[in-house]
């Protein structure tokens, strides 16, 4: 018994001790973290990076680099409140047979400091949504649907920012290497100095580098490699300072060869910052504001007075109401009613 005793005793020791080995070790690895450097995240290391915007029509890579930048680097660069918007026509179709089509549209206000932004994307096959941040707090809304408040805790409104920002993205992906850049007059957009450059048709188009996919356009590569430009027309400007792409204009006709015929592509895309500096009004979304109010409750007993011929005039939230233009039976006599 005695052995028993001492056995169940050494027993809760060595799992006490275990215990505290446990905290001590979880202490020193959340020591650790407080205590470590704060690194800059990539995007950050990103946005402090120099641009050589001159450079543009003859360094490919970076041109690549520029074109594809997300919307989170180009916060970070320009530092200031702005207001973006863009929109992309699509269509594919069989030369002289039946064709596809697709719209769409986004605009993005952010406001710096307070981080407030108000994001919308829709498209004419029905689709919407609308992003609101501000005071803390996020509120969506999606189709028809009502919106939702949320703390956004894994900051998915930048998330959102940056897949609406990358419609300029499309045409670089769809013909890209087809395409080549000429520099032309500077111009001033959204009241910054601009480099600017021509697109045409390059007369040696790009080798096509599979690498350069990205999600679902990897199924496409087939497709995409078979593509020859007939006719393309546009403007690619970029901040001669922070080398931000702040205005991209492009319309283009491309067409590929399959087994059945010619298929054709038209593109007409719009990319451009509206404004730059001053702070766009971001709030709570009105309807959302609207559905917390207070609703003015229902008094059904009044129907009846009504149908007897009685002008109900309403007093207010107490509940009170005075009755006048009495009927013949009634006239001279005033009755107060809840």
């Given at each position: 018994?005695?052995?028993?005793?001492?056995?169940?005793?050494?027993?809760?020791?060595?799992?006490?001790?275990?215990?505290?080995?446990?905290?001590?070790?979880?202490?020193?690895?959340?020591?650790?973290?407080?205590?470590?450097?704060?690194?800059?995240?990539?995007?950050?290391?990103?946005?402090?990076?120099?641009i050589a915007v001159d450079n543009l029509h003859s360094d490919r890579k970076l041109l690549d680099r520029v074109w594809r930048m997300p919307w989170r680097e180009a916060r970070l660069r320009l530092s200031t409140h702005h207001v973006w918007q863009g929109s992309a026509k699509l269509a594919y179709s069989k030369v002289g047979g039946p064709g596809l089509s697709l719209y769409e549209e986004a605009e993005l206000r952010f406001q710096q400091g307070s981080e407030a932004l108000d994001l919308s994307v829709s498209n004419d096959g029905g689709f919407f949504q609308r992003i609101v941040f501000s005071n803390g707090?996020?509120?969506?809304?999606?189709?028809?649907?009502?919106?939702?408040?949320?703390?956004?805790?894994?900051?998915?409104r930048l998330f959102h920012a940056d897949e609406a920002f990358a419609l300029g993205v499309?045409?670089?992906?769809?013909?890209g290497r087809l395409i080549s850049l000429k520099p032309t007059s500077s111009q001033s957009v959204a009241g910054r100095p601009a480099a600017c450059y021509q697109i045409r048709k390059?007369?040696?188009?790009?080798?096509?580098?599979?690498?350069?996919?990205?999600?679902?356009?990897?199924?496409?590569?087939?497709?995409?490699?078979?593509?020859?430009?007939?006719?393309?027309?546009?403007?690619?400007?970029?901040?001669?300072?922070?080398?931000?792409?702040?205005?991209?204009?492009i319309k283009?006709?491309?067409?590929?060869?399959?087994?059945?015929?010619?298929?054709?592509?038209?593109?007409?895309?719009?990319?451009?910052?509206?404004s730059l500096g001053k702070a766009p009004a971001i709030q709570a979304p009105e309807d959302f504001l609207s559905s917390l109010r207070r609703k003015r409750r229902q008094r059904p007993a009044t129907e009846f007075l009504k149908k007897e011929g009685l002008t109900l005039v309403p007093s207010g939230d107490a509940g009170t109401t005075t009755h006048v233009d009495l009927d013949s039976e009634a006239k001279g006599r005033a009755v107060g009613g809840r």
């Open positions: 018994m005695n052995n028993l005793c001492l056995l169940l005793i050494a027993g809760l020791v060595l799992q006490a001790c275990s215990c505290d080995n446990q905290r001590q070790q979880a202490k020193a690895k959340a020591a650790q973290r407080v205590s470590a450097a704060v690194t800059a995240s990539p995007v950050e290391i990103a946005a402090s990076q120099k707090m996020l509120y969506r809304k999606y189709q028809n649907g009502d919106y939702i408040a949320s703390k956004d805790l894994d900051s998915k499309s045409a670089w992906d769809l013909i390059s007369a040696a188009p790009a080798a096509f580098e599979s690498g350069s996919l990205k999600g679902i356009l990897k199924s496409l590569k087939g497709w995409r490699a078979s593509l020859s430009l007939k006719s393309v027309e546009g403007l690619f400007c970029v901040d001669k300072k922070l080398g931000v792409p702040l205005r991209i204009q283009a006709v491309a067409e590929r060869s399959f087994e059945g015929g010619m298929g054709e592509l038209k593109l007409d895309l719009k990319s451009e910052f509206q």
